[in-house]
């Protein structure tokens, strides 16, 4: 296990002048469901002025479409899209309620099942598309996964298969159980090679949650952000993040900033070696959702390169953000949190403020990525 007092960290002071292709949006789609928002972007005065900087916003995905997290974004996507080419349906004009229309006409038998493994909301994510859609899921989950996280998959209506074994012995599982499938789909948010298309769908999922930051910020006459931090587990939000901020169309070039716990910070240990390395998870974390190993292969050579700095945080700093942000009226769980942790770290130190170019009217953007109930601390 890492040392729990001394977080790792990398920077790249050539991040902000790379660029990457435009991401596929799927914004228009998400505004076809039942119950669409945007989610709140709320400024927090007392954070900006702990933190010394102009202003501190916290997006907040602790209600995104009757879920506690933001993982429906990219599940939903990536579901629509993968059974749209099942079947040869046109994903450009079909809405869910087609699909599922669609998929009732179907034999039983030839009814897709939706298959996945999770540490925590991406599981959910994936059942409640199943049970919106009509058909069955499959869900893998690891040792160290909270009984909130095994009850609201459960509550979708999923067949749960729990495992004595880390998350990256549980996605190879799910892997391994449709080989040899005719119905079953794996809707996987991490890639390997031979399978990037399904999570490729599910970052330009999450990408909808940057272009809201955006159109928040623009309405509320702000600046644009000086640094948006993120947490990170395989690394597929973080390249959503990296997508649409170094895309060409982006406004402005923010510092963009991952965190993730201590015991499990395979994204900062990767950027320090020079390569993608895997990091023992054994040891459990409040921060469930990020407790992955490996990085996403799809993701790596955007972070890499498109990154400006990683950070991670240790468990009670995590806990002092959750109570922190609770307290402020705040519903952060402890993924959501962590990005409160790591830019306090990060913050705290005036090179590390100098590398990512941080200054007393700096624009902050803090993503929340789920509400306790998500996660509730333990």
Same mark, same amino acid.
């Given at each position: 296990m890492p040392s729990t007092n001394t977080a790792f960290w990398?920077?790249?002071?050539?991040?902000? =002048?790379? =660029?990457?292709?435009?991401?596929?949006?799927?914004?228009?789609?998400? =505004?076809?469901?039942?119950g669409y928002a945007p989610t709140?972007? *709320?400024?927090?005065?007392?954070?900006?002025?702990?933190?010394?900087?102009?202003?501190v916003f916290l997006k907040n995905e602790s209600d995104r479409l009757g879920l506690p997290a933001f993982k429906i974004l990219g599940a939903s996507w990536a579901t629509c899209r993968v059974l749209c080419e099942r079947f040869g349906l046109d994903i450009a004009s079909v809405t869910v309620d087609q699909l599922q229309d669609f998929l009732a006409t179907l034999e039983?038998?030839?009814?897709?099942?939706?298959?996945?493994?999770?540490d925590g909301n991406h599981g959910?994510?994936?059942?409640?598309?199943?049970?919106?859609?009509?058909?069955?899921?499959?869900?893998?989950?690891?040792n160290g996964l909270s009984a909130a996280a095994i009850?609201?998959?459960?509550?979708?209506?999923?067949?749960?298969?729990?495992?004595?074994?880390?998350?990256?012995?549980?996605?190879?599982?799910?892997?391994?159980?449709?080989?040899?499938?005719? *119905?079953?789909?794996?809707? =996987?948010?991490?890639?390997?090679p031979g399978y990037t298309d399904i999570p490729r769908w599910i970052?330009?999922?999450? *990408?909808?949650?940057?272009?809201?930051?955006?159109?928040?910020?623009?309405?509320?006459?702000?600046?644009?952000?000086?640094?948006?931090?993120?947490?990170?587990?395989?690394?597929?939000?973080?390249?959503?993040?990296?997508?649409?901020?170094?895309?060409?169309?982006?406004?402005?070039?923010?510092?963009?900033?991952?965190?993730?716990p201590q015991t499990a910070a395979c994204i900062v240990q990767s950027l320090l070696a020079g390569e993608p390395v895997t990091v023992d998870t054994s040891f459990p974390s409040i921060m469930s959702g990020l407790n992955c190993g490996t990085p996403s292969e799809l993701g790596w050579p955007s972070l890499r390169s498109g990154l400006d700095a990683a950070v991670s945080v240790t468990e009670e700093e995590c806990r002092q953000a959750v109570l922190d942000l609770s307290a402020l009226g705040q519903d952060a769980g402890p993924c959501g949190a962590a990005t409160l942790a790591g830019v306090r770290n990060a913050l705290a130190d005036e090179g590390r403020r100098r590398q990512l170019g941080i200054g007393p009217d700096s624009v902050v953007v803090l993503v929340s990525t789920e509400g306790l109930a998500a996660n509730p601390l333990r």
């Open positions: 990398y920077a790249n002071p050539a991040a902000r =002048q790379w =660029q990457t292709p435009a991401p596929a949006s799927a914004l228009s789609f998400h =505004q076809t469901l039942e709140p972007l *709320t400024s927090l005065p007392s954070i900006a002025a702990e933190l010394g900087v102009g202003k039983a038998s030839a009814r897709p099942v939706l298959v996945t493994a999770t959910r994510a994936v059942s409640r598309m199943a049970r919106l859609l009509g058909i069955r899921s499959r869900i893998y989950i690891p009850d609201g998959i459960k509550g979708e209506g999923a067949e749960l298969v729990p495992l004595d074994a880390t998350y990256d012995e549980v996605v190879e599982a799910a892997s391994v159980s449709v080989a040899d499938s005719e *119905t079953d789909l794996l809707v =996987q948010d991490t890639s390997w970052v330009d999922g999450y *990408t909808t949650l940057f272009a809201e930051v955006d159109d928040a910020l623009a309405a509320l006459g702000s600046e644009r952000p000086s640094l948006v931090a993120c947490p990170v587990g395989v690394g597929s939000l973080a390249l959503a993040l990296v997508d649409h901020y170094r895309s060409p169309a982006a406004l402005g070039s923010p510092s963009l900033l991952s965190v993730e």
